[in-house]
C-alpha cells in the first residue's frame, strides 16, 4: 500500500498531459486547437473578405458561401472565421492579464498579509458583490466600445477569483514547515518564490486562466451581443446583434445560417473551454474529482 | 437478553470487501455490564453501530437476538421502535455529535415525544428530570450545543440516551476529551445510575480504568474479530492474549512508574491477511499462525481466547523448588518450594532482600546448580540438563558483577564468540556476523580494533554490555538478569536497563529480571514475584503489587525491601 | 459570542455601504469621464438607428449633468437627487427615467424570481435525491448532466431553445412579454398569455440556474448526511420526514440559501442577456435599446437600480446566514 502511494504521483506526474485527459477533454482541446488555427488561417481558408459584400444580401450556405451572407452580402463564413480571431484574443489577453494579475495580487497579499492584504480581500470582496455585466455594459456605453476597453474591462472584474484562490493557498503553503525551515536557512522571497510558490501555484493558476478565458469569451459575446461590440471588429457576437436587429428575422429562413453559425461556434468553443477547464480542475486539485 | 451470533458487518471500498467486524458472538444478560477495548479501528464501534442497525452501507450477516427478536432481518420501521425504546447509545463526545442548529431541548425531548407519545410537556418534565439525574441544570435546554462545554454535553447524551428508559445502553467513550476529574464525576454518574436504573451496558473505551471500574466482563477486539473474552478483573491482571498484554501495558493509568511500551507495528490492512491478524505484531508467532485466523477456545474457566497457541505461552515454569546449603553442619534452607512462571515477552521482576535466595534461584534455574527437589520446566519440557542454557533460543544469563562474568584475558570477540564456539554453530563468518549483530544491538563498536581489545582494559558497563551481548548471540527466549546493574553508576545503570528493555521488546524475548531494588523493578516489570526467605510471598501483576492492591501481610514485605 | 455576531453585521453593513458608495460615485463620475464630448456627435453603427442630437437636446444634458458648476456641487446634487428618487429624464422617451424603469422592473422581476424559485427547488431536489442515492443509477444520470447544463451560458442556451421550439416548431411566440390587446380577453386569458411568453425566458434562466444549485444541493446534503448528528438522530428511533426535515435540510440549507441570494448578481447579467434574446420587455432589453439610442441618464438609471437590488440581496443573504446558523461567530468557515 505504501509504495503504491509513493510511486503513483510519480507516475502520474510524468504522464503527457494528453493522456491525463478524460474523453470529453480531449475533444475539447481539439475543438480548441481547430478554432484557433481557423483563427490563425483565416485568410488563407476563406475566399471573401469578411468585410466587403461578395455576393447577394442573406443567401443561403451554398458552394460559394459555405455558410450564407449577410444582410449586406459579406461572407458568413469569413465573418465567423475572422471572429474568432476576436474571441481567441479577448480570451487569451483577459485570462493572461487578469490571471496574471490575480496571481501576482495573491501572492503578494497572501504572503506580506497586514494591511496589503486587509485592503485587497476589502477590494476583492467589493468587487465580487458587484454584479459584473451592468458594470461592464455601463463602462462600455461610456468610453466607447473597443476590444481594448473590453479586455480591460473584463480583466478588472474577473482577476479576484484567482487571486482568491491562490491567496489562500499562499496561506497554506506559508505556513508548511518546508517553508519554514527554508526561511531559518535565509532563503529570501524570491528565492521562495521560484523554488516553492510558483510550483505549487502554477497548475491553480493555469486552471483559473482557462476559466477565466471562458468566462471572458461569454461576456465578449453577451455585450457584442447587446451593440456594445468594437463596430471595426466582426466578432461572433456582434454578428447575432446585426442578425437579431434585422426585423422579423424569425419570419424569414435567414436566421438558420445568420444566427445559427456563429452561435454554433460560440457554443462550441464555451462549452470546450468548460469542459477542458473542469479536467484540469480535477488534475490540479484531485479533490474535486472525486464523487 | 442480547445475543449475537456469528455477527459480521463488510464495507465496501473501491469495490473491494472490507471486513470491519468478522464472526463476532456474545451474549449479554439483563443488567450485566461488558466492556470492549481494542485499538482504534478495531472494530469496537462497527459492531456497536452493527447492534443497533446502523450500518446501511455495510453488508451484514449473522444473528442479532435480543429478548429472542432478531434484528438483522427487521425493516427500518421495525428497528425504530427498538432504537432509543430499548436499545440506546451515548455516542462519543464531539461537538457533531448533536444537532448544532437545535436547541439541546428539542433533540433531548424528540425521543420520548416519538417512542413514548409523550405530550410535549410531559417531555419536557422527564428530561428536566433526567437532567436533574445527571447533574445538568434543565436551565440548559434552551441553549444550542456549541453553548455548553464538553462535561456538560457527556451528561447531556447520557441524559438524551436514559430518557427512554432502555434495557441496553451502549457507551462508546465516554471519557474521552475529558479532564481527569469529569471523568472521574462521569464514571461515578454512570454507576448510580445504572444501579437505580438497572440497565445493561456495553463500555467500549480505550480507558482501562474506567472499564476495570464499571464492567465485569470485557472482550478484546482486533481487526474485527473478539480475541478475548473473561471477566473483567481476571483479564487485566492475567491477560492471555499477548495484544491485550500489549494494550494493558501500554496504559499509563495502570503503569505510573513504568516506561510505557505501546504494541510494535500497526493493525495490518483490513482483509489482506490470511492468518492470525496479530502474527507481524506478535512475540510468538510461528508457522501455524499465517495459515488461518484462530478461533475463540476456552482456556480455562470463562476465560476465551482466539490464539493458536492457546494464548501467551509460558517460557519457564518452576514448581516447588527447595535448596539446601549445608554451612557446616547447619543446613541453610534457601529456596523452600519456590513456584515461578515466566510467559512469552513479559518482563517478570523478582525482588527480594539480599540473602532472600535470589540468587540461588537463578542458578537453579539455569542448572548451574542442582535443586534438591523441585521441577523446572521450559517450554513444557523438564530441564534436567543445561541443555537449556547451551541452544540457540534457549535461557540466557547474565550475572551481577561484570568483571567475573566476563574473563579479563578474552578479546571482546573471543568473548562474545565463546557460547557460538562452544555449541559450534555454523561457520566462521556466520558467528562474526552474529557478534557484530549483538555488538551493535548493545550500543559496542565492532571495529577491529575494539574486538582485539582484551576484556581486561574495559570499564565496568562496557564490560556489562560486553556480557549482554555475549547473551544475545544465543538469541534468548528467556534473559534472565541477576542484578546485572547493581555494580554500575546510577547513570551506566540507567542506559544499560533502557537499552536492554528496548531489545526486549524489539525483539519479544523474555526477560527474568532479578534484584533487590524495588525502584528499577517498577521501571521495567510486567509481573512481580517478592521473594523473602526462601517463599514467594507475594505475586502479581506490577501494576496490583505496587499499587498494593493485594492485601497480604508482604505488603509490609514491599516496604521493608523499600527501606 | 453574541456581540461578535453584532460587530460583524455591522462590519458587512459597512461594507455593503462603502461598495453603493462606489457604484454611485462610478455612476457620478462616467460621464464626465467620457473622451470627447459625449453629446456633440453620435452615431451607431451602420444600419442601425442613428441619435444625433439637437443643440436642444445637448443643452438639455449639460443642465442635467449641470456642468457648469464644480464637481463637488455636483456630486452633492446628484446625491441628493438620487435620494428623492430623482434618476433623471429620458430624451429618447421623453420621460422620467424612474417612471420608465417601474413599468419594465415588473417583467424583469418575474422572469428572475420565477426563475430562482424554480431552480431552487428543482435543484435543490434533483441534489437532495442525488445525495440520497449518492453513486446509484440516478445520481450518475444526473451528476454529469448538471455539470454539463451549468457550463453553458444562459444567452447561448436561450437562442438553442428559441432556434427549436419558438423559431423552428413554433410553439412558443419568438418575442415579447403578451400578445397585444390580450388584456381585454379576461384575467384567465391574460394569465395563459403572460405564461406562454415568459416559458422560454424562465425556462433558460431556471435551467441554467438549476445545474449551479444541484451541484450546491448535493454537495451540502452529502455532507449533513455523513455528519455525527445524523446518525445520532437515526439512532434515537427518529422518523425518516423528521431526520430529513428537522436534523439534515436545515443545516444543508445554510450554504444553499446563501447561494440563492449571492448568485443574484449572475442571474441578472444572465437575465438583461436572455431579455434580449426572447425580445422580452424588461430591463435588460431597454439597457440595450438605451444604448443604442445613447440615452445614458436610462443606462445610468438601470445601472444604479440593478447593482442597487444585487447589493441589498447580497447583504440580506449575509443576515439570514447568520439567522440561520447559531454557531457564527464561534467559526467564520462558510462553506462554498
Redesign the interface.
Known sequence: ?NGLEMTYPATRRSLPLWHMLSGSGKLALLILLLMAGVALAAPLLCRHSHRIASGPALAAPSLVHPMGTD??GVDLWAQIAYGARISLLVGAATALLAGVGGAAVGIVSGYQGGLADRLTM?LI??LL???????M???A????PSVTTIIVVLAAFSWTATARIIRSRVLILKERRYIKAAELYGAGTLYLLRRHFLPEIFPLAAVGMIRLAGRAI?AE??LS????GD?TSRSWGLI?H?A??FKGI?YTDF?KWW??FP?LA??LV??SL??LG?DLEKLADPRIGR? | MLTIENFSATYRQNGRPLPGATNIAFSLAAGENLGIIGESGCGKTTLALGIMGLLPEATISGRVLLNGRELTTMTERELRRIRWRQIAMVFQNSLEVLNPVITLGEQLTEPLTTHLELTAGEAKERVTEMLAATGLDPKWMTAFPHQISGGMRQRALIAMALACRPELLIIDEPTTSLDPENRRLVLDLLEDLQSSMGFAMILISHNLPAIRLLTGRLLTMYGGRIIEEGNTSEVLRHPLHPYTRGLINAAPEFFPYKDLWGIPGDPPEPGLITGCGFTPRCCQAGAACTQEPPELSEQGKGRWVACHKGGIETVLSAEGLVKNYFLGKEKIKALKGVDLHVRRGEVVALVGKSGSGKSTFAQVLSRAIAADSGMVRFLGKPVYTRQATAMIGGIQLVFQDPGEAVSHRLTVRDAVREPLDIISFKGKNEREQKIKEALTAMHLPTSEAFLRSTCHGLSGGQRQRVAIARALVMEPTLLVADEITAMLDPSTQAVILRELKGLQHQRGFSMLFISHNLHLARKIADRVYVLDEGYIVEEGAAFEVFAGQIDSPSRQMVAIIKN | MEMKATEQNRRRFFDYLFTLFIVVSLNFALPRLMPGDPFLYLSGDHGEEIARFSTDQIDAYRHQYGLDKPWPAQYAASLFALLRGDLGYSIYYNKEVSTILLNRLPWTLLLVLSAVFFSTVIGCLLGSLSASFRGKALDRLLYPLMIAVAEIPAFLLGLMLLFFLAAGLRLFPLSGAMTHFAGTAGFWHTFVDIAHHAFLPVLTLTMVRTGAMYLLARNAMTTVLARDYVRTARAKGLSTARILARHSLRNAMVPIVTRVFLSLGGLVGGAILVENVFAYPGLGRLMRESVLVHDYPMIQGIFLLVTGAVLSANFLADCIYRRLDPRIGLSTEVQP
Open positions: 500500500m444582410e449586406l476589502r470582496d467589493i458583490v458587484l454584479p459584473d455585466l451592468p458594470v455594459i455601463v463602462l456605453a461610456f468610453f466607447g461569454v459575446a453577451g451581443f447587446l451593440g456594445l463596430p447575432m446585426h437579431l436587429s424569425y436566421w444566427l445559427v452561435w460560440l457554443t464555451v462549452t468548460a469542459l473542469r464523487s
